[in-house]
């Protein structure tokens, strides 16, 4: 991220209230709604004079030589970068979402489910979860149960919420074999990664080889459930917001609404606009141009890791026009996080493992 450039305190407060009421009311800023909404002392020709050197920095730019100013690339940037350093959780709706957020559900896809369509809902705007690290995700159990005519229930119990399957099983494969192997498996693996689960059984221990010789067929339906799951699953777009984002005036063009809707149903795209370069758990915001997608530069992302332990397991992120509102935004992303983290930290619903060393 690059520093902010160095602004006198007018400029700042000029600044910031022209972008916090074009964000609030999508209409060019003037002099006068300046000095109507923050600085009351001064003139409206001192005002514009200052409007002027912030549009002659490349902040601010005019639509029409007439019109009052909009805000640049430029000029949202420094205003991310000098508002969402210390992101204060907004009070209103926190619970609700809290409520929505960790329901009686310990499914993954449905937890998976309800954190992007709380947070599109919030926002209004559309959300991504993506399953980053998916790999991180801490086994706390394996249950295998026989069914009829060699169905076998496969459940995976992980730190955020289980995962489950019927599938047929190949071969003699009987009620004990199933429940011996689920106690096998879950001394095996409770507290490892899924990550450590999916690796090669030869990659395994010669004592953990014995254990699993007896039940490898069992053992890759396991494989098998998670590998359905992860290609299903590995991105979930909440599209509750997309009517909002799709009437935007900024937004308005057809071929827009194009790149937009193409992006958001495409996983390989999906994971190139959701990836986060730094090693971190911060919000991070991509506005206009740097979204590095052509087709969405009129576009701004503001996305945050889920991180447990120190390892990422997914990111969430909303997708909407540079003129959206980067605090509140912001605000909600953080309190998901900072409440996911918190709930597993306190053996909540969900559950919690401990990584074996």
Do not use: W
């Amino acid at each position: 991220m690059e520093n902010s450039p160095e602004l006198s305190r007018r400029k700042k407060v000029i600044l910031y209230s022209a972008i916090d009421n074009y964000i609030k009311l999508a209409s060019p800023i003037t002099s006068l709604l300046v000095q109507q909404t923050e600085l009351h002392d001064l003139s409206t020709a001192t005002i514009r004079n200052e409007l002027n050197a912030l549009e002659a920095m490349g902040f601010l730019k005019q639509i029409h030589t007439s019109s009052g100013r909009v805000p640049t690339t430029k000029g949202y940037r420094f205003f991310v970068n000098e508002t969402l350093l210390d992101i204060k959780c907004n009070g209103q709706d926190l619970s609700e979402i809290k409520n929505k957020m960790f329901s009686r559900s310990t499914n993954l896809s449905e937890i998976v489910e309800a954190i992007s369509k709380v947070v599109s809902t919030t926002t209004n705007y559309p959300t991504v979860f993506m399953f980053d690290g998916f790999e991180n995700l801490l086994v706390q159990g394996i249950k295998t149960i026989y069914l009829l005519n060699n169905q076998i229930l496969v459940l995976i119990e992980t730190n955020i919420g289980a995962i489950s399957n019927t599938i047929f099983a190949q071969g003699n494969i009987t009620k004990q074999d199933c429940d011996n192997a689920s106690q096998v498996f879950t001394s095996i693996f409770a507290g490892n990664s899924i990550k450590f689960l999916t690796q090669n059984v030869d990659n395994f221990s010669l004592g953990i080889k014995k254990s699993m010789k007896e039940y490898e067929g069992i053992f890759k339906l396991v494989l098998q459930v998670l590998d359905v799951y992860y290609h299903k699953t590995k991105s979930k777009v909440s599209n509750e917001g997309i009517i909002k984002l799709l009437e935007n005036k900024e937004l308005k063009n057809v071929e827009n609404a194009k790149n937009i809707l193409s992006i958001l149903d495409d996983d390989e795209k999906l994971k190139n606009l959701m990836e986060i370069k730094e090693n971190s758990d911060c919000i991070s915001v991509n506005i206009g141009d740097e979204v590095e997608m052509g087709n969405l530069n009129d576009c701004a992302i503001i996305k945050t890791p889920l991180v447990l332990d120190g390892k990422r397991i997914a990111t969430v992120g909303v997708i909407g026009p540079e003129r959206i509102d980067y605090a509140n935004i912001a605000s909600v992303l953080k309190f998901v996080s900072d409440e996911l983290k918190d709930k597993l930290k306190k053996g909540g619903k969900y559950g919690t493992g401990q990584q074996k060393k």
